[in-house]
T-cell receptor
Framework: AQSVTQPDIHITVSEGASLELRCNYSYGATPYLFWYVQSPGQGLQLLLKYFSGDTLVQGIKGFEAEFKRSQSSFNLRKPSVHWSDAAEYFCAVVLNRDDKIIFGKGTRLHILP | NAGVTQTPKFRILKIGQSMTLQCTQDMNHNYMYWYRQDPGMGLKLIYYSVGAGITDKGEVPNGYNVSRSTTEDFPLRLELAAPSQTSVYFC?????????FGPGTRLTVL
């Protein structure tokens, strides 16, 4: 079955440290890939998306993600986190543009001062 | 441009009561969605609509109903509230690939 997996439920990093959040998908073809962020008490906001082309995509708030076809992964990275990055992050996939989006279960990011 | 708005922000219901969660978007998007979010479970699609007058079931439609009489509005109705419907509900809209979310409605059924 088609699915998207975020292996880490919680991640804690120190402010200023680098960050990588993992996302793996299981589809026969390369889907459209997204990362969303949800701050406490808020709705989801799109960070970045990948459809085709350059496998390293830049998003808002200094985030980037790299698509690796061989690993069926789309990991989110940030070189130096800020306390305001504490939130829940969702990876999502769509097989075709008219299909429904499927979300991972999310990774909650905690930032140590 | 308000984007996607949802009302109410919070609501407590008794078992068996009914209510309607309101969702409005001002971006003229054709696609609209209702999700519920439970801790550790991500988002699950309840219903969606591809345009006015057209709705379809998502992953978890039981206990809910929707209508889409206009492009802007996509209300979600709970007819007989049950404790299992305690959740945070998000409405979203999209025109092509990117979904825009409302701030959510936190519903508790006691």
């Amino acid at each position: 079955a088609q699915s998207v997996t975020q292996p880490d439920i919680h991640i804690t990093v120190s402010e200023g440290a680098s960050l990588e959040l993992r996302c793996n998908y299981s589809y026969g073809a390369t889907p459209y890939l997204f990362w969303y962020v949800q701050s406490p008490g808020q709705g989801l906001q799109l960070l970045l998306k990948y459809f085709s082309g350059d496998t390293l995509v830049q998003g808002i708030k200094g985030f980037e993600a790299e698509f690796k076809r061989s690993q069926s992964s789309f990991n989110l990275r940030k070189p130096s986190v800020h306390w305001s990055d504490a939130a829940e992050y969702f990876c999502a996939v769509v097989l075709n543009r008219d299909d429904k989006i499927i979300f991972g279960k999310g990774t909650r990011l905690h930032i140590l001062p | 441009n308000a984007g996607v708005t949802q009302t109410p922000k919070f609501r407590i219901l008794k078992i068996g009561q009914s209510m309607t969660l309101q969702c409005t978007q001002d971006m003229n998007h054709n696609y609209m969605y209702w999700y519920r979010q439970d801790p550790g479970m991500g988002l699950k699609l309840i219903y969606y609509s591809v345009g006015a007058g057209i709705t379809d079931k998502g992953e978890v439609p039981n206990g809910y109903n929707v209508s889409r009489s206009t492009t802007e509005d996509f209300p979600l109705r709970l007819e007989l509230a049950a404790p299992s419907q305690t959740s945070v509900y998000f409405c979203a809209s999209s025109q092509s690939d990117t979904q825009y979310f409302g701030p959510g409605t936190r519903l508790t059924v006691l």
